[in-house]
């Protein structure tokens, strides 16, 4: 009797559950490698520092940074740090953000603007790598204070994750989206909540 559910706790440690669902196809994209140096007793000993995004281009994008004395290595780290830390941002339309942010890490700041179709993507090197990866086709984005790509990519995904869609809002206040935009509301119920 006990044989069944020592098989159950199997197949959850392995990922059981989600062995019948297909992973979606992931993207890669190398934003910078760096070469760093360490220094000790002989002299300096070099090595290579890799930043890349991951994304499936329908709303899920991750980033991570890896450290090795061989530059394929640093990436491997890097691209597996990232597939871990993948966070979803909701697109309104499939194509763009549902309203203007900002974000800032370290000494990076970035303000994230929704975009009209055929905007396109209009953002420094670090950031446009983030956006394609998640799938954003109309964006306007600026870097202000560095442009150092760890500081720009971290300070995207800090503003990224700032993004909520209606639906969540309304969900969160236990209303409907007509609601929270204001529509659908009487001129009494207004003034109930004012």
Do not use: Y
Request: hydrophobic residues 35%; contains cysteine; positive net charge.
């Amino acid at each position: 009797m006990a044989r069944p559910s020592m098989e159950r706790n199997r197949d959850r440690d392995r990922g059981g559950r989600g062995r019948d669902r297909e992973e979606p196809e992931l993207l890669d994209k190398l934003v910078s490698i760096n070469r760093v140096a360490k220094v000790v007793k002989g002299g300096r000993r070099f090595g290579f520092s890799a930043l890349v995004v991951v994304g499936d281009q329908r709303g899920r994008v991750g980033g991570g940074s890896g450290k090795a004395r061989e530059v394929p290595e640093a990436i491997r780290k890097a691209t597996e740090q990232a597939r871990r830390r993948m966070v979803r941002v909701p697109l309104r339309e499939g194509r763009t953000l549902h309203h203007d942010v900002q974000g800032r890490f370290g000494a990076g700041k970035v303000i994230i603007r929704a975009a009209p179709p055929g905007t396109g993507i209009i953002a420094g090197g670090p950031m446009r790598a983030v956006f394609e990866m998640l799938g954003v086709k109309d964006v306007v984005a600026k870097s202000v204070g560095t442009s150092n790509p760890q500081n720009m990519v971290k300070a995207t995904f800090d503003a990224l994750g700032r993004c909520h869609s209606p639906r969540a809002v309304a969900a969160k206040r236990n209303r409907t989206v007509g609601q929270v935009f204001g529509q659908g509301d009487s001129a009494e119920e207004q003034k109930e909540q004012a």
